[in-house]
């Protein structure tokens, strides 16, 4: 197994602008990452961007940063080093995966209860 039980999917979402080959191909833009249940913690992610190189920039970005702690540093590093027409997306992609977390981790712990 690539992935340890403990782990869960997240994935966020967000409308590319209009002038991104993004919003041409898929109409949308996703961030799937594979996430410590526990600690927030990003072990792994992907999107679907058009070009390798950004899928790899974006993981570096996001790779051992914690979906739950991290937020403002990863926005931060967003702003201050992904220029790109989905700069925008890529925040509201995160932002909304921090929601389904959220949400994911309380209702794992209603399961287990």
Known sequence: M?????TILIV???KPSREDAIYHTHGEFYI????EADSG??????CNTILDVT????????????????????????????FALTQRP???CMKDAH???????????DTHR
Do not use: H, T, W
């Open 55 to 82: 899928r790899s920039f974006v993981a570096d970005l996001f790779i051992g940063k914690s979906l739950r702690d991290d937020l403002e540093l990863l926005e931060r590093n967003i702003r201050s080093r992904y």
């Open 41 to 46: 913690r990003i072990l792994d992610i992907e």
């Open 2 to 6: 690539k992935y340890p039980e403990n």
């Open 12 to 14: 966020g979402q967000a």
């Open 90 to 92: 890529l925040i509201a």
């Open 32 to 35: 799937s990452m594979v996430v």
């Open 99 to 109: 929601q389904r977390y959220l949400k994911a981790v309380v209702s794992r712990c």
